[in-house]
């Protein structure tokens, strides 16, 4: 079974500044990594993945994460953010052998932009 | 390219009414679907899937049932709502079993959600 925590509910940040949210996983088996972003009232977009090769993976909107194995985490860094940056944020995981391919979900952080 | 709709996109029902969430998929064939709550604050919390047509996995016991008539349609019903069924429901979707490569096949494609208010 895997489980995801994401450490923080909320980071409150200011325009520009850099902004990382953290994720943590638990597996006994190997797994993808997603992070997704939703917008309030909206469904939820896929915002980056890691399903194999560089641990660095870049995804929409300047966002990347970097996959660390020995450390579970996979966290989401931006070098400098936007107003329009404001959203929940999900780190997720899914087993690579899940013929269902079911995800699981962490509790979300929302991300708050400061002007 | 693939599109997932969800009507309505809002709905307040009384306790006790009947429920009907209705999701489709369309430019994909043979997807696996899923149904997600998310209460106020919280995190997505999977409710069904389905990996073929008439079969629905349930992931919680609840006051909530799931069906697939056709390939891309996933429905979302209750017989008799309840003020804890209150909540963003979303429907996805992914590429089913082996047809994806490397990983693509755990990709979940999401809709629009609909935001039930039961009173």
């Known amino acids: 079974a895997q489980s995801v925590t994401q450490l923080d509910s909320q980071v409150p940040v200011f325009e520009e500044a850099p902004v990382e949210l953290r994720c943590n996983y638990s597996?006994?088996?190997?797994?993808?990594l997603f992070w997704y972003v939703q917008y309030p009232n909206q469904g939820l977009q896929l915002l980056l993945k890691?399903?194999?090769?560089?641990?660095l993976v870049k995804g929409i909107n300047g966002f990347e994460a970097e996959f660390n194995k020995s450390q579970t985490s996979f966290h989401l860094r931006k070098p400098s953010v936007h107003i329009s940056d404001t959203a929940e944020y999900f780190c997720?995981?899914?087993?690579?052998?899940?013929?269902?391919?079911?995800?699981?979900f962490g509790s979300g952080t929302r991300l708050s932009i400061r002007p | 390219s693939q599109t997932i709709h969800q009507w309505p996109a809002t709905l307040v029902q009384p306790v006790g009414s009947p429920l009907s969430l209705e999701c489709t998929v369309e430019?994909?064939?043979?997807?696996?679907l899923y149904w997600y709550r998310q209460a106020a604050g919280r995190g997505l919390q999977l409710l069904f899937y389905?990996?073929?047509?008439?079969?629905i996995s349930s992931e919680v016991p609840q006051n909530l049932s799931a069906s697939r008539p056709q390939d891309r349609q996933f429905i979302l019903s209750s017989k008799k709502l309840l003020l804890s069924d209150s909540g963003f429901y979303l429907c996805?979707?992914?590429?089913?079993?082996?047809?994806?490569?490397?990983?693509?096949?755990?990709?979940?494609?999401f809709g629009a959600g609909t935001r039930l208010s039961v009173l």
């Open positions: 996805a979707w992914s590429i089913r079993g082996t047809s994806g490569r490397g990983g693509t096949k755990n990709i979940q494609y």
């Open positions: 597996s006994s088996v190997s797994v993808y």
């Open positions: 890691y399903l194999s090769g560089s641990t």
């Open positions: 997720a995981v899914s087993d690579r052998d899940s013929s269902a391919s079911k995800i699981i």
């Open positions: 430019g994909t064939s043979n997807p696996n």
């Open positions: 389905s990996v073929g047509i008439g079969q």
